[in-house]
């Protein structure tokens, strides 16, 4: 998602350069010699053109219309590319500390797997929450999954967080054979 977003922010700020520089060109060009050709489209043909439009033309609302949902989904897009940091307690007033959720899961998931009767866990960690899926050694589960919870929210814990994330530890048993 975030490729997507950097590909379409770039192209779109290409876009606006390029039509902000004509504009600009056009406007000088303008200013500066009343009766030279415009470089791209003549003002009377436009202002001929554009006599001939009413706001309530069914091509004019089909416009605004797709305008508008381009624009929201622009800014749902936008919303949503946010890198996801995770904030940590400053240092000092000109300090901005924040760790990415992958070290944070990288964080938890060594603390998980070092515990005894843990087969193999995934972690998922974001900003406000830690999700952990642990498969354990046996068939029994027994309580390991309270050991699991503990030892993942004393890693969160133990970071300077901001806001610590909610815990939450899904264990199966190992597969009989």
Do not use: C, Y
């Not at 897009?77 to 070290?103: C, F, K, Q, Y």
């Amino acid at each position: 998602m975030r490729a997507f977003v950097r590909i379409l922010t770039t192209l779109l700020g290409l876009l606006f350069l390029a039509a902000g520089l004509l504009l600009v060109i056009e406007a000088v060009r303008a200013a500066v010699s009343t009766g030279a050709d415009p470089l791209l489209v003549g003002r009377a043909t436009m202002r001929d053109e554009l006599a001939g439009v009413s706001w309530r033309d069914t091509l004019v609302r089909t416009g605004a219309a797709v305008t508008a949902v381009l624009g929201l989904l622009l800014i749902f897009v936008a919303a949503r590319a946010g890198r996801g940091d995770i904030r940590l307690h400053d240092p000092a007033p000109e300090v901005v500390v924040v760790t990415r959720p992958r070290s944070l899961a990288r964080l938890v998931g060594h603390r998980v797997r070092e515990q005894d009767g843990v087969a193999s866990a995934s972690v998922v960690a974001r900003r406000k929450a830690v999700r952990v899926n642990a498969v354990s050694q046996f068939t029994e589960v027994g309580d390991l999954e309270p050991r699991l919870r503990e030892t993942a929210r004393a890693a969160t814990e133990e970071l300077p967080l901001v806001t610590p994330p909610k815990v939450s530890v899904a264990v199966k048993p190992a597969k009989q054979r």
